[in-house]
């Protein structure tokens, strides 16, 4: 869940993106993970869902320590950057540097996992 003013806009980067609706301080948490919000799916899960919930969520959704999360707010729009704007630290996505309101935010998929950086490095 995002913890920040946020909107969404066309991205220089792709298609949509995740743009900062109010000044955000180097430091300040941006994203955490919301039980009941957000939604981690197991494998086993994600395979018993209709196809066309399994291919919104492989477009929308990516992987964290083997299992597929699921973001319902704006989250599931941030683009990656080889030199993001944010970071993660112990569950929370934070600000790197000062980032401008109308600023992009953007994150490092390779923080995620490495799988799914190289499909994403491949499209390229």
């Known amino acids: 869940m995002l913890l920040v003013k946020t909107y969404l806009d066309k991205s220089a980067i792709h298609g949509l993106g995740v743009f900062a609706g109010e000044f955000i301080r180097k430091g300040t948490k941006i994203w955490r993970f919301v039980e009941g919000f957000d939604r981690f799916y197991s494998r086993t899960e994600f395979a018993r ?6 291919d919104f969520i ?21 683009n990656h ?11 929370y996505t934070i ?6 309101q109308d600023e992009e935010i953007t994150n490092d998929y390779r923080e995620f996992d490495a799988g799914f950086c190289a499909a994403f490095l491949r499209k390229k």
């Open 58 to 78: 492989k477009f929308h959704g990516y992987r964290v320590d083997g299992e597929i999360l699921l973001t319902v707010d704006h989250d599931r729009h941030m």
């Open 81 to 91: 950057s080889d030199e993001p704007n944010t970071y993660l630290k112990s569950g």
């Open 95 to 100: 600000a790197r540097r000062n980032i401008c």
């Open 49 to 54: 869902l209709p196809k066309p919930a399994r």
